[in-house]
């Protein structure tokens, strides 16, 4: 059965950093997409960051490249996204998930993943 579960949320200052962690149980690292989405209040759930288990590197929106970065632990079954320079834009739930589909190279949507985690609440202030 698989089980996502994040944790690292909080409030913190603009500027300030985060670190996420998603404990993912059940799963075949080698045949999932694990990405990292977001929704902001009164926006739709959008995409953040992910890695394909067909390889080819990490990928984020536009908006955090260079200030996220996403990585996994396979030994601790951990998918992590440290966040740096947050802005209050930043503000949303943050949501682990997996598609499990074995698409090779299968751009990530939030309505083809397979599994989603409760999700974790980062705040930035102002």
């Known amino acids: 059965q698989v089980q996502l579960e994040e944790s690292g949320g909080g409030l913190v200052q603009a500027g300030g950093s985060l670190r996420l962690s998603c404990v993912a149980s059940?799963?075949?690292?080698?045949?999932?997409?694990m990405g990292w989405f977001r929704q902001a209040p009164g926006k739709d759930r959008e995409f953040v960051a992910g890695l394909k288990w067909s390889g080819g590197g990490a990928v984020y929106i536009d908006s955090v490249q260079g200030r996220f970065t996403i990585s996994r632990d396979i030994a601790r079954n951990t998918l992590d996204l440290q966040m740096n320079a947050l802005i209050p834009e930043d503000t949303a739930v943050y949501y682990c998930?997996?598609?499990?589909?074995?698409?090779?190279?299968?751009?990530?949507?939030?309505?083809?993943?397979?599994?989603w985690g409760r999700g974790t609440l980062v705040t930035v202030s102002s």
């Open positions: 998930a997996g598609d499990f589909t074995r698409i090779r190279d299968r751009p990530f949507n939030p309505r083809d993943m397979d599994y």
């Open positions: 059940g799963i075949d690292w080698n045949y999932v997409n």
